[in-house]
């Protein structure tokens, strides 16, 4: 159920065992960071405005907002790289994360609410990515509105927070456009089941920020919620925001619309001081906190 960890440290730790010396941000011209770790910018597709994500068989079809097909993809499975050690401040991929796997009735939403942390004093050309997920049992998939500092594939800038949606699938990265936030706004995200007739349909957005909203139909069912820190290119631990990132308001209800009894796990980085701390447990007004 960590696959997706598993791959985006692996394609990482190949990057960097290849191109040590070199700055990690972009290390091959054609490579992009995303919430999944190096990708080929070839297999990002930003979806338009209105616009959804269908599985279609083996393909993923992108409609826009009027139905129209205007992108038809063919996912590669992942292959599985081994893991390797990571080493304090050179470790990128995911951080410091809470996370639940659900085996019950399906998860009918995921929400979470948290403020846009300060800048970062550090400058490092470093990408940060805060956000609440839900992922298949199998890993090959996440669902997440994403709050990011820094550049990323569906833009930015070195000194600017900015929020969107993202759905990764296999080697396939599906993004809304990215929208410009300030520090200290507050961010409503969640992840919904909206349908589910062959296979299951989602939605993900920032529920109080227009525009961030991507909607999946006839995927898997996503089963492993998440809270998490993710980072790439930090070489200092102020290149971090100072303090903590507190997510409250944590609903994840089923679509029975029963509460499940959850206990969070958590996984720190206790290297660089880096950790995620339960303060009130459970599905409803759940506050986990990201610790700088
Ligand atoms: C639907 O939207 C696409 C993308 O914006 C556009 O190219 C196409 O002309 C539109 N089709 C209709 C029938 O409006």
Do not use: C
């Not at 791959?7 to 010396?21: E, M, Q, V, Y």
């Amino acid at each position: 159920m960590r696959t997706s960890i598993i791959r985006s440290l692996g394609i990482t730790a190949l990057f960097a065992s290849l191109l040590a010396p070199v700055a990690l941000a972009f290390p091959v011209v054609n490579t992009v960071l995303t919430p999944g770790g190096y990708s080929d910018r070839t297999k990002i597709t930003a979806v338009p405005p209105g616009g959804r994500i269908a599985h279609v068989g083996k393909d993923i079809h992108v409609h826009a907002a009027n139905g129209t097909v205007v992108h038809i993809v063919t996912p590669t499975p992942h292959k599985s790289s081994p893991v390797t050690k990571a080493r304090a401040l050179a470790k990128t991929g995911w951080i410091t994360f809470a996370s639940w796997f659900n085996t019950g009735a399906p998860i009918g939403s995921f929400k979470t609410s948290w403020t846009v942390p300060p800048a970062p004093v550090g400058q490092h050309g470093q990408l940060l990515y805060l956000f609440n997920a839900i992922e298949p049992a199998t890993g090959d998939a996440i669902m997440q509105p994403v709050l990011q500092y820094g550049i990323s594939p569906a833009g930015g800038s070195q000194t600017q927070w900015g929020v969107a949606s993202w759905y990764l699938f296999s080697d396939q990265i599906f993004h809304s456009s990215l929208i410009p936030v300030s520090v200290g706004q507050r961010l409503d995200g969640e992840v919904q089941l909206v349908g589910a007739s062959t296979g299951f349909d989602y939605n993900s957005q920032f529920t109080n920020i227009q525009g961030t909203g991507i909607t999946v139909v006839g995927g898997e069912q996503l089963v492993w919620a998440t809270i998490t820190l993710e980072a790439y290119g930090v070489t200092v631990i102020n290149d971090y925001p100072a303090g903590s990132t507190v997510f409250s308001g944590t609903n994840l209800e089923l679509v029975s619309g029963e509460f499940p009894s959850i206990t969070w796990s958590t996984l720190n980085d206790d290297a660089d001081g880096l950790s995620t701390v339960v303060d009130v447990g459970g599905s409803t007004s759940a506050t986990i906190e990201i610790r700088y």
